[in-house]
């Protein structure tokens, strides 16, 4: 799991909740992402981070904010939860030089009723 | 905007036999190719990467073929086993910088014992 934990690891919550997933790393790497895996999507980029206090928007960015606050913890905001943000959320790290390898944490299940 | 297309969406193969997955991309600014594997409930563990310099990549059982060209490149699983039963997804990015990660949409691979 390259030292990768996320929590909760399942949550369900109702529309218009704020909600917010975590995902912590042990090895101060300083590339850190979130992903959402839908059927038939494959994965998608969130928002991804290239330091503290360094974020910047992925792909399907819209409804959801992040911070980064320290080195080993990345954090996934849903400011008002929509049934569409269901699916299943994962972190990834990427170590900070000579390497290309992305490692992905065991991912967050969350259901928006 | 589907930057990576992945075929076929399902796939059985019997054991012993040669399980193929393609992927196709579309933007030639890609230079790293990963395909990841990921069993039910568990993150995506990366399998094997391929860089555009070379045509073919093997380890173990698994081969990459890679063609520049046609901006092609495929997953080949030699003498499939029960235990490669999972979903590959193959993914494309640019190394330079933040190294954002574009997936297929998926295959879910079955081998019959």
């Known amino acids: 799991d390259a030292g990768i934990t996320q929590s909760p690891r399942h949550k369900v919550t109702e529309t218009g909740t704020p909600v917010t997933l975590r995902c912590h790393q042990t090895e101060n790497h300083r590339y850190m992402y979130w992903y959402r895996q839908d059927p038939g999507h494959g994965l998608r980029l969130i928002h991804y981070?290239?330091?503290?206090?360094?974020?910047d928007k992925g792909e399907v960015s819209d409804g959801y904010s992040v911070s980064r606050s320290k080195t080993e913890d990345f954090l996934l905001t849903l400011e008002s939860a929509t049934s569409s943000q269901t699916s299943v959320y994962f972190c990834?790290?990427?170590?900070?030089?000579?390497?290309?390898?992305?490692?992905f944490g065991p991912g967050t299940r969350l259901t928006v009723t | 905007q589907q930057q990576v297309k992945q075929s076929p969406q399902s796939l059985i193969v019997q054991k012993g036999g040669i399980s193929i997955i393609n992927c196709a991309y579309e933007?030639?600014?890609?230079?790293?190719f990963p395909w990841y594997q990921q069993f039910p409930g568990k993150g995506p563990a990366l399998l094997i990467a391929i860089r555009p310099d070379v045509s073919e990549k093997k380890e173990g059982r698994f081969t990459i073929s890679f063609n520049k060209s046609a901006k092609q490149f495929s997953l080949h699983i030699m003498d499939s086993q029960p235990g490669d039963s999972a979903t590959y997804f193959c993914?494309?990015?640019?190394?330079?910088?933040?190294?954002?990660?574009?997936f297929g949409q998926g295959t879910r691979l079955t081998i019959n014992p």
């Open positions: 993914a494309a990015s640019i190394t330079q910088g933040a190294q954002k990660l574009v």
């Open positions: 933007n030639t600014a890609f230079d790293y």
């Open positions: 981070s290239y330091g503290v206090k360094d974020t």
């Open positions: 990834a790290i990427k170590e900070t030089s000579g390497s290309y390898e992305q490692y």
